[in-house]
């Protein structure tokens, strides 16, 4: 299929790093199509292929609604997609090469109602652990039984059992700290962000009990959609979209996994033309300089990056991305 150098308007984004370390990202259309890009060399500056229907013909039978990706431990990305009827897929590359062939779409093991956000994460070990989000609110998780790239999905289950956030889960993203413990943060129906994360960076530690984090948005502002990734020095940081479209930003003050977090900012300005933000996501180059897109509610995709991998870097200015 030929590739098209703009898609329809973009309703969500998701990226993640190909086993050669090149950004792949894909983008689900307000009619539910899914469409990929990728960098056509794993060199942080190389350029982005043109968007293809992904992976051409092997689509969903299904309107896409969301996407996450993670990278298995054999450095193989796996791909889940929720359904506009609330059923999970799943895809995955068939060998750890970047090139290799994606899998048939499949039916992921269902859960006991209708499913709205999936994110993944790997552990320690480089197990991935899923978490979805049912249209109840409710949030249930599963993972890898071992560190095995073809081990089973343990049985879903309710996440941190009785000690569940004291208001629905709207969103959620997950990425590991410093370390390697994983920092779990869910958004909920009233606007309020909550995190968890493991004890230590063993693969088995518990989670500790649900937190408000720290710092609450400006201005008391509710949040909808959170996302996050490690900055090059390992420090993690996260954005907030507001329910007013601004986009906010706070990261650890240190590379230290227990360092504090920074103040919320406005982050980079607005974006161009002063459209509202929708929705966010992040991934790091094959450099660890991170990369940003940020989804307008006028269905545009933007995009900007840290100017070098030194994590103090600043920002390039917003972009339209493959405009």
């Not at 431990?73 to 060998?95: C, H, P």
């Not at 290799?100 to 991935?128: C, H, I, R, Y």
Request: no cysteine; net charge negative; hydrophobic share 45%.
């Amino acid at each position: 299929m030929a590739g098209r150098s703009q898609i329809p308007l973009v309703s969500q984004v998701a990226a993640a790093p190909l086993s050669n370390g090149a950004l792949q990202l894909w983008a689900v259309t307000s009619a539910g199509e899914l469409f990929s890009t990728w960098k056509e060399a794993p060199d942080a500056h190389a350029n982005w292929a043109p968007w293809q229907t992904f992976p051409a013909p092997a689509t969903p039978p299904v309107q896409v609604a969301q996407v996450a990706a993670a990278r298995l431990s054999n450095g193989a990305l796996e791909l889940w997609a929720v359904s506009n009827q609330g059923e999970l897929f799943s895809t995955w590359k068939e060998t750890p090469d970047a090139n290799a062939d994606w899998v048939p779409w499949q039916s992921f093991p269902a859960l006991p109602e209708p499913v709205s956000q999936v994110t993944a994460a790997p552990l320690s070990n480089g197990a991935l652990q899923l978490w979805a989000v049912t249209n109840q609110g409710q949030l249930f998780s599963t993972w890898k039984e071992t560190s095995e790239a073809n081990a089973n999905w343990v049985p879903w289950q309710t996440f941190l059992g009785p000690a569940a956030p004291p208001a629905k889960v709207n969103q959620l993203a997950a990425a590991p700290l410093s370390n390697g413990a994983l920092q779990l943060w869910v958004v909920t129906n009233q606007g309020q962000l909550f995190s968890t994360w493991k004890e230590t960076p063993d693969a088995n530690a518990n989670w500790l009990p649900w937190q408000t984090f720290p710092g609450s948005p400006p201005g008391a502002a509710q949040v909808v959609q959170v996302a996050a990734a490690p900055l090059s020095n390992g420090a993690l940081q996260l954005w907030a979209v507001t329910e007013q479209g601004q986009l906010l930003s706070t990261w650890k003050e240190s590379p230290e996994p227990h360092a504090n977090w920074a103040w919320w900012v406005d982050f980079a300005g607005a974006a161009p033309s002063a459209s509202r933000v929708s929705q966010v996501a992040v991934a790091p180059l094959s450099n660890a300089a991170l990369q940003l897109w940020a989804v307008t509610d006028q269905g545009r995709l933007l995009s900007t990056w840290k100017r070098s991998n030194d994590a103090n870097a600043g920002w390039v200015p917003w972009e339209s991305f493959l405009a």
